[in-house]
């Protein structure tokens, strides 16, 4: 692998499997663990990149699946490619579209060649195949391309996600092949491959090694949130995390709360991406060291303290519970923007204080903390 | 007139009756002409307050009608009055009521002692009487704040005119009053006179007379943005404004366009506020130097310029308008936080441009430039 990606572990946990590293880009070097907020249309809700980067975010996720919608990736290429196009200078990392065609499942119609997808937008159809995603994923130009995969519709039924495993990895296949045609990591972008394998030990374990059989700049473990189940999470993770190769970053797609997070970092995962911070922003609630607030409680109208005391956002610490409330109840969109920069401050802190925490092998006293606070937390 | 406010006269137009002047409050020196972004319910739509400073707001108004409604003033009294509130520590104005007593006149009843107004919130009636706001606006705690008026439904309707004007010279006695009883300027808060009088030049001039017999800190000109009829504004403008003192701030109430505001700087008025810059931006309307431009056209899909390649928005000048008409295609926030951001800061860089001609001498150069892009912006 040269270019301008590489991956170098700078501390490991004396206790558990977590580690601390930097995560090289062609935008920029990257410490990990991180988390990614999510940018479905090419914009964190509300955000402006500038705030982003103010609040900490060092990387951004965006939806490959919604960008072909809209404005459609061509657009984004000749705007300047994804970069250019949000404003956002530092690394970005595109899905593939595989958890829109699980997610979206009653506008999908999937087999071996690839899947169509009924847009939203417009009700046509779109056709997402492994190297139609990599030229989607190539004209948005992220730092970090996902491959094509598809999530098990239940992670618990064996023969489904038997089926949905083999798939993504015979599509694996055919993403590395296109990425490889378009340059490799030469290109400027690294394909990172997808082990599923639903909640099965050893479907997972197989999964590892059909997708390290490819030397890829890193691999995630996808499927994991698409169940209800949080014990068939923490064994998929800890069946497949471990196994993934040392030298090169493990994401694990769509997760989640901050005790699922630091949970997922003791197993060795450097990285994450989900909706949580920015929708409980929009919603009203504030994750906090005391627990989860809702700054929508009468209890607040009257309250001249910050959301959280023990919170060091620069944005946002000046406003009081009861102004917030006041813009909630209003429905002034301020009132969501403040709560959605509280909370993505409170992510990307989590994982500063994670990686601290390796270096000084005092992780597993984060963790209690954090269980503590996710008692609040899953309310 | 103690305290900590007062007026000075900077420079004055040699062609018209302009002046740029210093505008002393107990929240810092505002250099006019100015314009003040409207933060109805304690927070301008979208727009932190750390924004605002950065596309050059100097002042910002607030609403007593929806405070009162919802928090109410005494929550915003016990949570540190409006500055700490909202978060905004420069000067801010408060308005009285009385536009909203016209605007809503559908759930108003009115009489010489005062107004019933139909809460929006939750249908309660609420008082509005001349002492009743002042208290209330001495809760909320602004800077300025202004006297309970009564503008007439109609400005070229005599009886009604003449009704309202009288009306609001008989409140203003009472608020006057009231606020001397509060402690007047050195309690840190300038209490502005409001001019009625509709399109009636003698009208106009009697009031002038009325209001200014009080000697206040300021005096506003009020009723101009009721009617559709520009030219009765321009009367009532250039009728009463080179009456009002020399040595006071003068403000034009609810004005206006770019072209409306230069018209009235060079009769001699110093102060505006208007929804225009934020409501547009909210539609997805720009205002720049080229006219007025609708972001949500299909001819920006590609195109990679800024909203207007004439401004210097430090927040705003980075994005393509390819990329504003996929945010406002995709009713994403931020296409609305981000024009209403560079309008914010079109209208504050033509005050400061007009504070350079006036000093210069070419403030009537500049009102040629804003009349042939007012024909734009008139579109």
């Keep these: 692998m040269g270019s301008a990606f590489g991956f170098r572990v700078d501390h490991r946990c004396p206790h558990t499997g977590a580690r601390a590293g930097t995560f090289s880009t062609p935008h920029g070097e990257i410490k990990t663990p991180f988390f990614m907020p999510v940018g479905t249309r090419g914009t964190v809700k509300g955000v402006r990149p500038a705030e982003l980067s103010a609040v900490g975010t060092q990387v951004v ?7 072909v919608l809209r404005p459609g990736t ?4 000749k705007l300047g490619g994804l970069h250019r196009f949000m404003g956002w200078e530092g690394p970005i990392l595109t899905d593939s579209g595989g958890y829109q065609i699980f997610s ?12 169509w997808l009924k847009s939203v937008v417009d009700g046509s159809d779109v056709r997402f195949t492994p190297e139609g995603v990599m030229d989607f994923e190539r004209d948005l130009g992220a730092d970090v391309i996902m491959a094509l995969d598809q999530c098990p519709t239940d992670p618990e039924a064996r023969p489904d996600v038997e089926q949905a495993t083999e798939r993504t990895h015979a599509w694996l296949d055919r993403c590395v092949a296109r990425w ?4 490799g990591v030469e290109a400027g972008q ?12 050893d479907l997972r374990r197989a999964s590892v090694d059909a997708v390290t059989a490819h030397d890829l700049p890193g691999y995630a473990i996808g499927g994991v949130s698409v169940g209800e189940a949080r014990d068939a999470m923490r064994v ?22 901050p005790l699922d997070c630091v949970e997922a970092v003791c197993a060795g995962i450097d990285m994450f991406d989900c909706v949580t911070p920015t ?10 060291s005391e627990g989860r607030v809702n700054l929508r409680n009468r209890k607040y109208a009257d309250d001249p303290s ?7 956002c620069k944005l946002t610490g000046s406003f009081s519970k009861g102004y917030l409330r006041h813009l909630c109840k209003a429905d002034e969109m301020l009132g969501a923007i403040l709560i959605t920069l509280h909370n993505l401050r409170f992510f990307h802190r989590l994982m500063e204080e994670m990686r601290e925490a390796i270096a000084a092998g005092t992780l597993l006293e984060l963790r209690e903390r954090v269980i503590a606070q996710g008692r609040s937390h899953a309310e």
Tied chains: 1, 2.
């Excluded at 490889?180 to 340059?183: D, L, T």
Aim: glycine share 12%.
């Design 61 to 67: 996720l965006a939806n490959t699946y919604h960008l």
């Design 74 to 77: 061509e657009t984004v290429r």
């Design 104 to 115: 979206l499942s009653h506008l999908t119609s999937i087999d071996d060649e690839g899947a």
């Design 180 to 183: 490889r045609a378009h340059g």
């Design 190 to 201: 690294a394909l990172f491959g997808i082990v599923q394998g639903g909640a099965f030990p």
């Design 236 to 257: 998929a993770v800890e069946s497949s995390a471990p196994l993934l190769p040392e030298d090169k970053p493990r994401y694990l797609m769509g997760i989640g709360t």
């Design 279 to 288: 929708r409980h922003g929009r919603t009203h609630q504030a994750f906090t």
């Design 306 to 312: 910050p959301i959280d005391p023990g919170s060091d």
